[in-house]
């Protein structure tokens, strides 16, 4: 799912780049348009990246305040999906 997510959302600033060009009335316009706004993207897109790298430090599988349960997601996913199949099958 993050996959899709990125995908998604990175397909989306790559639409705002080229409606930018398209929409601009001269190629400086779009030219200038488009590193300001790659400038402001990497500006905002940074500090998200850190605050990822921080919490994988802090909190991440190999620090002392990580507790996994091995092998239960399955159990959480499938046995909801599993009883909602169920209750949809004896209506």
Same mark, same amino acid.
């Given at each position: 799912?993050? +996959?899709?997510?990125?995908?998604?959302?990175?397909?989306?600033?790559?639409?705002?780049?080229?409606?930018?060009?398209? *929409? /601009?009335?001269?190629?400086?316009?779009?030219?200038?348009?488009?590193?300001?706004?790659?400038?402001?993207?990497?500006?905002?897109?940074?500090?998200? /990246? %850190?605050?990822?790298?921080? +919490?994988?430090? %802090? %909190?991440?599988?190999? +620090? *002392?305040? *990580?507790? !996994?349960?091995?092998?239960? /997601?399955?159990?959480?996913?499938?046995?909801?999906? !599993?009883? %909602?199949?169920?209750?949809?099958?004896?209506?």
């Amino acid at each position: 799912w993050a +996959t899709i997510f990125v995908l998604a959302f990175g397909n989306l600033a790559a639409l705002d780049f080229q409606a930018r060009c398209m *929409a /601009s009335k001269t190629p400086r316009v779009a030219v200038t348009g488009c590193l300001i706004a790659g400038c402001l993207t990497f500006l905002v897109g940074i500090p998200f /990246s %850190y605050l990822g790298a921080i +919490t994988r430090t %802090y %909190y991440g599988p190999d +620090t *002392a305040r *990580a507790s !996994f349960e091995t092998d239960v /997601s399955h159990i959480v996913l499938f046995g909801r999906a !599993f009883r %909602y199949l169920v209750k949809a099958l004896t209506l």
